[in-house]
C-alpha cells in the first residue's frame, strides 16, 4: 500500500466543470508537492507546502487552486481548465521542511498519480 | 540549456546486458542527487540517492563528478524488471529553498 494515496485515478472533464483531485498522504511528512507531468516532458513542480503554508507556486495559472487544510491533505481545485492542461497530476510528500537558505529536502514519496483528461 | 539534462533512449538491451545512464546538471549549487524509476503509466518512485564517493546498490552503481556536473547509474546483469523510464533528479538550492529538478527520463527496455 502507497504512503500516498491519491484519488481520483482518472477524470475526464470538460473546460467549463469544476472538479477537484485529493491527495493524502500516511507518512507524517510536513510538507507536500503537486507536480504535473505532460507526455514526453519533465515533470513540472506546482506547487509547494510546508506544515499547510504554501511556500512555492511556480508561476501556475489561477485555474488551478492548491488547498492544504492540513500535513495530511492536499487539495488541488480545477476550474475551467483547457486542453493543454491534460496530463498526469502527481501528489508527494517528503519529511524535510523545505525554507529558505536550508539544506533541500529529502526524497519525496509519489502518489500513484490522477490522469487527467480535458474535452 | 535545460537544468537536467538525460539522453531520452529508448535503450533496448538483451537481458544480462550492462547499461549506463548519464545525466548532466546546470545549477552548480545542486546539492543533492537522485535516481528514480517510474514504470509506464505509474508514479516515479526512489531507486537510490547518489554520494560524492559513489554507491552501489545490488546491481546498480551510481558515480557523482561534480567538477562536470555529471551523474551516472550503472545497471549490471540486467533483468525484464528493469524496463522502465529512469529519471535523473538534481536538488537544487535556489533562494526559496532546496527544489527538486527532475530530468525528462532515459527509457529501457530489456528484452529476452
Known amino acids: 500500500e502507497t504512503g500516498v494515496t491519491q484519488t481520483p485515478r482518472h477524470l475526464v472533464m470538460g473546460m467549463t466543470n469544476k472538479k477537484s483531485l485529493k491527495c493524502e498522504q500516511h507518512?507524517?511528512?510536513?510538507?507536500m508537492y503537486w507536480y504535473k507531468q505532460s507526455a514526453k516532458k519533465p515533470l513540472e513542480l506546482m506547487f509547494v507546502?510546508?506544515?499547510?503554508?504554501?511556500?512555492e507556486n511556480n508561476s501556475v495559472p489561477s485555474r488551478f487552486s492548491p488547498e492544504c487544510p492540513n500535513s495530511s491533505h492536499l487539495f488541488l481545485h480545477l476550474h475551467t481548465l483547457q486542453p493543454e492542461d491534460s496530463a498526469l497530476y502527481l501528489c508527494?510528500?517528503?519529511?524535510?521542511?523545505?525554507?529558505?537558505?536550508?539544506?533541500?529536502?529529502?526524497?519525496?514519496?509519489f502518489g500513484d498519480g490522477t490522469r487527467l483528461s480535458i474535452l | 540549456r535545460k537544468e537536467v539534462e538525460q539522453d531520452p533512449g529508448p535503450f533496448n538491451v538483451p537481458e544480462g546486458a550492462t547499461v549506463a545512464f548519464n545525466c548532466t546538471y546546470s545549477?552548480?549549487?545542486?546539492?543533492?542527487f537522485f535516481w528514480y524509476r517510474q514504470d509506464c503509466r505509474k508514479e516515479p518512485k526512489l531507486l537510490m540517492s547518489v554520494y560524492s564517493s559513489g554507491n552501489e546498490d545490488g546491481r546498480f552503481t551510481a558515480q557523482l563528478n561534480r567538477a562536470s556536473q555529471y551523474i551516472s547509474l550503472l545497471i549490471r546483469d540486467s533483468k525484464l524488471s528493469d524496463s522502465a523510464t529512469y529519471l535523473c533528479?538534481?536538488?537544487?538550492?535556489?533562494?526559496?529553498?532546496?527544489?527538486?529538478?527532475f530530468g525528462q527520463g532515459t527509457e529501457l527496455s530489456v528484452k529476452p
Open positions: 545549477n552548480s549549487a545542486s546539492q543533492s
Open positions: 507518512l507524517g511528512h510536513n510538507a
Open positions: 507546502y510546508s506544515l499547510e503554508e504554501r511556500v
Open positions: 533528479v538534481v536538488n537544487a538550492l535556489y533562494n526559496q529553498g532546496g527544489k527538486l529538478i
Open positions: 508527494a510528500s517528503s519529511q524535510d521542511r523545505p525554507r529558505q537558505g536550508a539544506r533541500p529536502s529529502s526524497p519525496q514519496h
